[in-house]
């Protein structure tokens, strides 16, 4: 009797003493490496009835790759924007520029982001209320900016090519973007569990940044499937119903606002395994917003004249680097607001 007692503690013991362990590892490394504490990684506050979704009101974030790309700060003011201008101040002249990560900055710091380099070249406030979310959300984004007193004209929407198209016909909902994270193909179990531990232990994202660092365990983890590479791209269907209605919502903008629309192109036309498809899929929205007569930057135009045009991408992550932020806001400027044009 006392060796089934015996045996049966022994596990339960050992099992408690590992549990306790991991318990010490993750409290101090939070301590040791408050970059990777979660509780310091970017948050946003979802979209409710009454306020489109928001960065969390005065308060500062990390917001850290575990392959070692960027680690930047990330402060939302008052209203929830990633700006140190108050959006309450903008008067009918000035700029603002909507969109998703890619215009918020995901991955480089705030000066370094299109707006900023913008406002430099044309001599005029750019304001930046970007936040992860889809065409609808940039609508309310600016509606809400309006209820806060901002008298806006002039606006630059920031479409993403990968996340943005859809049905955007009445009653249509379009997911929700998360995290602005690139989507990649994932093993439907494996996901959940790794999007729980990256949010949750600082131990994880300090192990995971170990293996994404380290050519020899990386190449490990891309071949067992722990990673995912950038050029994993799912094939996706996108008809020409589906361009058509996604610039029809643009195209409902312009009934109000002077607009820009500032074609930020997918990573999939350059690299993975769908390349002529991501790049007729391209062409039918540049297409349709001629046809719609709606003013535009094709990016893509711009990043291909050097001959590299994933030289403008973070290399673990589908973003712009600041080069690839300048570049845009060099695009912008010169075919707009050359000789003086409004």
Known sequence: MKNIIRNFKSPLLASLIFISVLFIQEFVLRFVLP?????????????????????????????????GDYNVTVRFNEHGFRDTK???????????????????????EQSQRVSEFLEKRISRKVYNISIPTDINGYKALIKYAESRGAKIRNVIVAVNMQNDLANYGVGAKT??????????????????????????????????????????????????GLMVSLDQIPRRQINNSTIRSTVKSLKSMTNRY????????????????????????????????????????????????NKKPMSYHFKNDGHWTPKGHLLAASAISAKFFSNNRP
């Open 258 to 305: 002077k607009l820009i629309v500032l074609v930020v192109p997918t990573r999939a036309i350059w690299i993975g395994k769908n390349l002529e498809e991501e790049k007729k899929i391209h062409e039918m929205f540049l297409s349709e917003l001629k046809k719609q007569k709606i003013d535009f930057i094709d990016m893509r135009k711009y990043q291909e004249q």
């Open 175 to 224: 997911p929700p973007k998360i995290k602005a994270l690139s989507k990649q193909e994932e093993t439907p179990l494996l996901q959940p569990i790794k999007n729980y531990l990256i949010k949750n232990s600082c131990f994880y994202f300090s192990m995971t940044s170990i293996i994404s660092q380290n050519k020899f365990l990386r190449k490990i983890a891309l071949k067992t």
């Open 86 to 108: 108050n959006i309450k101040e903008a008067r009918i002249d000035d700029w603002i520029l909507v969109g998703d990560s890619f215009s918020m900055g995901w991955g480089v």
């Open 35 to 67: 970059d990777f504490n979660p509780n310091h990684h970017i948050r946003f506050n979802k979209a409710t009835d009454t306020s489109p979704a928001l960065g969390v009101q005065n308060a500062t974030f990390r917001l850290v790759k575990n392959s």
